[in-house]
């Protein structure tokens, strides 16, 4: 007889969490701290309910994978105590490595990518947890020899996906997100040890498509929020570019100290304490403080419009932006606040966002027909989605 | 000061009527008629959930209709309130000239579409409220000079789709078919009397467009259902050949007077009164006892399978069914049930269903961009749905 | 590896039904049967959503009690699989013996109640599936030795009103129904054979009971439902009486033969197979013709307005009505219809309502507290639903 | 023509925010500062979903006064522009003077309440807005001349009240807190300008009484958030009186000030730009420094504790904790932790919390019956919820 601890979740009733290793793992500090990473970094700026976090989602995909598992075995995939654990574990900790407000200053902290980092923290919890987390190791990384628990975790079809569209749908009241994922759970299946969709799941798969495409456009890529992520990297840049240069601004000792830091990939020693050690609370409290630092105007400038929500204006393009808007917007500022060309480049943000709706080719989604024949997605006939990658450009300037 | 009856909706909350002439309308006997018709017609054998009504979902086109014409105003449409009410009765009575099972049967009881019966009745209605109706009748017919009063009753972005979409997902339980109408809504806009989407609701439009699409594959066209219906339909052809051979099955006296009419249009009257009386409860009532009659083993064996859910097998391809499948399943079905060839083919049902997610060219549906600019969904870019029209054919026999 | 046929239901996402015994029950014309039933009776009449049927209900309440199964399984109760496979065929078929309308004319097409009439029939299946169906019968009447199998099926904490509670809320769009089903499930337990609930449980427990109470008043016994119901029944009392004179109604002949037959208990087989094949259906159709009969004004009288929902007037109060009050009534409708004073008692229904929130002293609801003591909810400090029973009384007739 | 912001809520759909001076009063600091501000202060750490802001709560509280004037308007209730926009703002701006985590710390960084603080700092506003918030301060103070705009804001039945339940409920996924908000605000009337509830919307309104007290015992005073709540404020008294005896501990400059200040009540000028900059993120960031500082293990302890949800266990009784049972406590902290007396009070945390389910006889809620009388609810017959107050006594302290 089992014993459990029963969370509530307003999305799925009810998540509950085998007590032992894995109440252990989630009373982790690792774990907890990711109770204060927002799942969307500045989107509540623009959906003020969407203020969940990386722990509520990461618990969330720990239900799904459970479902998912239990439906594969109930079609015949074997699969011991070890690694339905394994599956579990590897899920629940795949977002380790994320720093403040997820996504946003990904790669720009430190020049590695949450996975790498997740990698890392894995590694050292194994030590810690004397060995017990190696099969989740082995799945997060893609190279466990069943390759569907491999998938379960990290493919077009994975446990993630279908748990941070739900939520973000959920969360931010944005309808177009929601998926059925529990028909697409309940249509999975395995053949040759891969994860397969059986035919007539179609529907729901298409579905959970659509939706993905859509809330990047409506939501991880609303221009409102962006315009804010690109306001909160540029703040981070002009304080690296400060502090390189021998500034003291008055933000949190572990930024500053990332800041300052060349990092080198070979030692992680160096910079994982003080990473480990950031989460949102650091960054936005460094923001409150740096609004009010006189000795830049640019980053208190920056600092104070985040959170305040009085962001810049931003133009999103099919096309790219034109060389002789982006140097008018600059002269503009230029002129207007008083500033050096290289200053007002903080104040000047441009770039690109892309989205690709489904992937071709490579590791595709594979459809198990009703003959029994196994075919990629995009060989189904009249299928809805196709894989053509969508490029915007984005502008964005302080309004006058 | 406006006096209202107050109704509960699950999906909307509450619909507002007001007395007088709208709650006299609804409370005519020809609109509570359509409390007895199921909107889905054989779908709740699939999705025991889906039984809900004509009354109800015209209840709620009615609902949205009310928000949609508010949002206009509030843009600057100017609206009468004469207008107002005629759009308002227009969406109310749409359907009313549906018969028994929804469209299973249309076009088989009377050689008209539901539309061209809906007109006569709204046009006997109009009479018997002395000319109130005259608006709602031109919305109806699409001819009233303001075209989007007319195409927010019929058109690609009609509140009729909106509701049964909304509607039809919710008794189902198919999450695909969940839309975002209230952003839609408040996305409309009119342009030179064009009904317009703003820009901005264009991944609401595609949520919409796609969600219509699944649902045709996952619910409208289940092929369950469209087996149940094409069983539905051969016993009707069948009892009208058997009563138009002179036999007197034991069915309601209103069919029975429908299948031995030879009905012509140039006189309703004829027919009227008869399919006025006609709803579900005739088609079911006749089914019971028709499964009971010994006379013909066609009519009743139908009969029974359809009402104790003992359907035929049913499969769905992509190209039309082999002849020679065919004449197999014939043959087959004349040996295990001693039939001619004849009766063997109210068995054997083949044919083709289709649906085209959304009709390019002709009436699209128009965007606002944000430049003032007004062109058909088609010409958006990295538009998501396509117009391909998709066709499948299917063959229902009975099971070994 | 077990098979299974799935399901989707609005409310819990999908049902499984295991292929085999479970499957060929819900296949059986007698289960079939209840889709033919509405749940709620006349309700659809005030809320236009709640047209769902007992057989939906009864396919929710078989899944609740799977769910409530597998949780006291982890909680170490020892069960068989025929144990079971009894408690989920006993809450399938629970229902089986209701009536056209399912309450509102309970007692009066036959003098039995439904509970009753189910036994009869689960026998009858029993012996159709040769002594299969043997512990859910003993656990549909309430003596299996491990009383909380019974409990389960029939008590004040069944999963009978779990699940209709939630479908009746939720089709009527009523939000005060709405209960936590999945939490009080979680909480269940058993001690000494006897179902119980955690401690913990106390709220979702006090939501449930208030849940059914608020029900009761606005929807069960809204007064216009009310009107409907006893409208209808006076419609079949005026029948029998015309009938057992020796008039012949145009009425579904199943119906006719049962209102002139003189049911006695001890035989069941001589109204068996004319109950079976009544449903709503039946009497609809009744209504329809008999609204058109010439022959009674009475009878097509109050016909027609259940039809066009064309109801009486009705008074809810907390005293019954004034000998006066109902003595006037009388004598206007004699008066404004030429009737006599017998006549006019078919038009002028008055009577009472009650409701009991929850009763106390016998078959009370077990609390298992934290330190393992079991007691009676109504022991349990500051509990919120008392015991105390609500009457109305209710004067109908003819509006003016 | 308007012009109106739309937000997306999770709840209600959408919120639309007229342009001009709500949106500029909506996007003030005063009024961002609460998107930093958690709604449910320590109840994330039980309910993981409920991480939603003060900020989302006054804007659906915003939302729901629209409708509620809107309705009182179509029943005949004067009201002109300058009252609608008083009573929109006052509810806008309710909870401007709540501190970090909300209700956790009241009373503690300030000897006043939060309204005592919100009703200055409307004051503020309204010089900073040229005195164009007038009526809307005498409507949070209670008393302008139509005392239903007072109730609509601060009564048992307030919208308020309709707000946080909704929301708390659906953030933390405990369906015993879901009300009909919309019936209840359709309900509403008044009667000689006193806000009273139309007398059908009875059983609406004992669903909210009962949400209400249901969810006092389920998340607002959930043991284990209670006992987080008393660890912070533990946290708090001790940095207080650190700090008041000269220690330097490492925390927010701001709350510094704070603790070290003796506040007057007469001049709030001393204290109103600190407690104005703060907010959750400078207490948890003081909880983050403080838990890694060395000099006083009492703080650090508490402090990694709360982050890290290693709480306290606790217990919660109907009667006061023996005092036998606190000495006991006591004692074993002292000596398992090697503490004084005076020290170990910090870590055995006593007390108790309270809730009244509905206030008799003071500021009832009034029902106007269908017969025109107002009366209070608690001499409506059968009323379900009284009046009795329940008092919880909590004791906390470390696991051993």
Not at 191 to 209: A, D, P, R, W
Not at 221 to 241: G, P
Request: charged share 25%.
């Amino acid at each position: 007889m089992k014993s459990y601890k029963i969370i509530n979740d307003p999305i799925y009733g009810f998540i509950t969490v085998p007590r032992g290793l894995f109440l252990e793992i989630l009373d982790h500090p690792m774990v907890q701290r990711l109770r204060r990473i927002s799942q969307l970094g500045c989107s509540p700026l623009v959906y003020p309910g969407a203020v969940h976090t990386r722990f509520h989602h990461v618990m969330g995909a720990f239900h799904l994978m459970q479902k998912a598992l239990s439906v594969l075995e109930s079609k015949g995939s074997e699969l011991s105590e070890e690694e339905k654990e394994g599956a579990c574990l590897a899920i629940l900790l795949h977002d380790l490595g994320h720093g403040p407000f997820s996504h946003a200053l990904e790669g720009h902290l430190l020049p590695f990518s949450h996975e790498k980092i997740t990698k890392i923290l894995i590694q050292n919890l194994d030590e810690e947890f004397e060995g017990k987390l190696g099969i989740a190791l082995q799945i997060f990384e893609g190279r466990y020899h069943k390759p569907f628990l491999n998938q379960l975790v990290a493919s077009q079809l994975d446990v993630d996906r279908m748990d941070y569209l739900s939520r973000d749908s959920f969360y931010t009241g944005v309808a177009e997100g929601v998926i059925s994922y529990d028909r697409i759970i309940l249509m999975m299946n395995t053949s040759q040890q891969q994860l397969v969709l059986e035919e007539k799941g179609i529907y729901s798969l298409e579905k959970f498509l659509t939706a993905r495409k859509l809330m990047y456009w409506q939501v991880y890529l609303h221009k409102t929020a962006v315009a804010a992520e690109k306001m909160l990297l540029s703040w981070i840049k002009r304080l690296k570019y400060l502090i390189q240069g021998g500034a003291k601004p008055p933000i949190c000792p572990h930024l500053f100290t990332l800041l300052n830091t060349r990092t080198e990939e070979s030692n992680p020693q160096i910079w994982l304490d003080d990473y480990l050690q950031l989460d949102d609370i650091n960054v936005l409290y460094s923001l409150k403080v740096s609004s009010r630092w006189k000795e830049d105007f640019i980053t208190s400038e920056l600092a104070s419009r985040i959170l305040n929500r009085n962001l810049f204006k931003i133009e999103l393009t099919d096309l790219p932006s034109n060389p002789d808007l982006i140097e008018s917007r600059l002269t503009e500022v230029m002129s207007d606040l008083n500033l050096t060309r290289e200053e007002a480049k903080y104040l000047v943000l441009e770039g690109q966002e892309s989205n690709t709706a489904y992937r071709i080719q490579r590791d595709e989604i594979l459809i198990l027909k009703k003959d029994g024949q196994v075919i990629p997605y995009s060989d189904f006939p009249n299928q809805l989605v196709s894989s053509g990658q969508v490029v915007k450009y984005y502008l964005s300037y302080p309004k006058k």
